[in-house]
Antibody
Framework: QVQLVQSGAEVKKPGASVMVSCKAS????????VHWVRQAPGQGLEWMGW????????NYAQKFQGRVTMTRLTSITTAYMELSSLRSDDTAVYYC???????????WGLGTTVTVSS | QSALTQPPSASGSPGQSVTISCSGT?????????VSWYQQHPGKAPKLMIY???KRPSGVPDRFSGSKSGNTASLTVSGLQAEDEADYYC??????????FGGGTKLTVL
């Protein structure tokens, strides 16, 4: 079935980096941008950026410019999001989302919890 | 880019209708017809309910409808049911290949 399967929960120390993976199946991975969205505890959704799986092109929200890198490995239909220089306020559930329509994603991963704590 | 503005809460009784607003600016929501609405139950991933202002993906009940006027979009849930109790988020294409979300509205079915 159509799904995005994300990697498991992570605990990181401040200043470290984290990489979250997102494996797509059930649809043509290269036909749709992969978006990354995060949600801090008790807070709303925050868009981080997108990656074009065909070209590797990316577009990041200004807030994350310089700290986030979105990549992919098309041979295994997997997208990656790396966030560096982690701070405590980066503690959140990170979602990948794709397919659907123009800037409207109808397939979401279950989320990856990233906890930043010393 | 600033987040879109939603009321923090909304409520209605079973069978009633409730409307949730989402306000943006002439640079984002007001300039594009790419407004979406997502439903999120606690501990779950968001689910797309409305795209392109008023279109429903397959499987979404027609009790859910969307509209837009100027810089404000709205989601109406008619015939409220207990399972509609959730958080609802609007989003809009914000120009410059960016997406912006609203702060979310907690819908309570009384």
């Amino acid at each position: 079935q159509v799904q995005l399967v994300q990697s498991g929960a992570e605990v990181k120390k401040p200043g470290a980096s984290v990489m979250v993976s997102c494996k797509a199946s059930g649809y043509t991975f290269t036909n749709y941008y992969v978006h990354w969205v995060r949600q801090a505890p008790g807070q709303g959704l925050e868009w981080m950026g997108w990656m074009n799986p065909t070209t590797g092109d990316t577009n990041y929200a200004q807030k994350f410019q310089g700290r986030v890198t979105m990549t992919r490995l098309t041979s295994i239909t997997t997208a990656y999001m790396e966030l560096s220089s982690l701070r405590s306020d980066d503690t959140a559930v990170y979602y990948c989302a794709s397919r659907g329509y123009y800037y409207a994603m109808d397939v979401w991963g279950l989320g990856t919890t990233v906890t930043v704590s010393s | 880019q600033s987040a879109l503005t939603q009321p923090p809460s909304a409520s209605g009784s079973p069978g009633q209708s409730v409307t949730i607003s989402c306000s943006g600016t002439s640079s984002d929501l007001g300039d594009y017809n790419f407004v979406s609405w997502y439903q999120q139950h606690p501990g779950k991933a968001p689910k797309l309910m409305i795209y392109e202002v008023n279109k429903r993906p397959s499987g979404v009940p027609d009790r859910f409808s969307g509209s837009k006027s100027g810089n404000t979009a709205s989601l109406t849930v008619s015939g409220l049911q207990a399972e509609d109790e959730a958080d609802y988020y609007c989003s809009s294409y914000g120009g410059s290949n960016h997406l912006v979300f609203g702060g979310g509205t907690k819908l309570t079915v009384l």
